[in-house]
């Protein structure tokens, strides 16, 4: 089975292809001009030039696969064009990549955007499967836990914006490329959608704690009111002025973000690991590139 792969070079693109290949498919892997390909070294790897944006040139790099399997952000609005594509090269199986943050209560742009384009997906007439991850982390590529590890590491002291009492759910990358490969093995999963996340819901408070248990440092968590400093980011990203975290982040991490993953156990017999597990694989990874 030849699978094509769209966001292959991305943080969890590399890690989905390559557990692909391990497991015995065939990948076509799009890739764009300024695309790093250096994390993707397997010859039997096939590339093919293109952009999600263009249904035309999307179906004819499709010509020839089995199986659409799209990590491509669906939060751009290329949702019809990777659907109009796929069908025109004949594929019928086709996985797709959204996120739980289209649960979100606050008014984010991309949540309207994803959810049209979840609902495209489930009036395409391809045999789908929706994965809806929690937050992704797992290696220096991640945005979330890579960037607070580094932080963990040169300072004691941990700024909280909020109680820390909200619930989150990270879920390690490796165990998304798994629930990937999962589906593809079970035709439970055709024309259904899956919320996956890490094995436990802990609460911020815990994540920093878990972190700085694994790395044997002794840190102090100093909360900020949320209101606070939602208030003064506002106020910096109206004026233009460039700053590291977002008004939008600090609210939705005072969101409780944990899920159930119940249905995914059930019918591809999903198994995450733990955020402790994850930490220390990650933890492990940053030793190795410090070494």
């Not at 009492?165 to 990358?173: A, F, H």
């Not at 156990?265 to 990650?282: H, K, M, T």
């Amino acid at each position: 089975m030849k699978v094509f792969i769209t966001g292959a070079t991305g943080f969890t693109g590399s890690r989905v292809v390559l557990l692909l290949l391990k497991n015995g498919y065939e990948v076509r892997c799009l890739y764009r001009e300024r695309s790093d390909r250096s994390l993707l070294s397997p010859p039997e790897i096939e590339w093919t030039l293109g952009d999600v944006s263009n249904a035309g040139e999307l179906s004819s790099s499709m010509q020839g696969t089995d199986v659409l399997v799209n990590i491509a952000s669906l939060g751009f609005g290329h949702a019809d064009s990777i659907i109009s594509a796929a069908k025109n090269a004949g594929i019928k199986r086709a996985v797709f990549i959204s996120s739980t943050a289209i649960f979100t209560q606050l008014n984010a742009g991309s949540k309207k955007v994803r959810l049209a384009a979840e609902a495209a997906i489930q009036s395409s007439g391809l045999d789908y499967t929706i994965l809806r991850p929690t937050m992704i982390y797992g290696s220096p590529r991640d945005r979330n836990m890579w960037r607070l590890i580094r932080f963990m590491r040169y300072s004691p002291i941990i700024p909280i914006f909020g109680d820390g009492k909200y619930l989150q759910q990270p879920i390690y990358v490796d165990d998304v490329a798994q629930a990937i490969v999962g589906c593809l093995v079970s035709e439970k999963t055709i024309r259904k959608s899956y919320n996956i996340a890490g094995a436990h819901e802990l609460t911020y408070n815990q994540v920093i704690e878990t972190i700085a248990l694994a790395m044997n440092k002794r840190i102090w968590k100093v909360h900020f009111p949320s209101a606070l400093i939602v208030g003064m980011l506002k106020f910096f990203e109206r004026i233009r002025i460039p700053f590291p975290v977002k008004a939008e982040q600090v609210l939705r991490l005072n969101e409780n973000k944990d899920i159930s993953y119940t249905e995914a156990q059930n019918d591809f017999n999903y198994q995450p690991r733990s955020f402790a597990e994850g930490i220390a694989f990650e933890l492990q990874q940053m030793r190795m590139i410090s070494a």
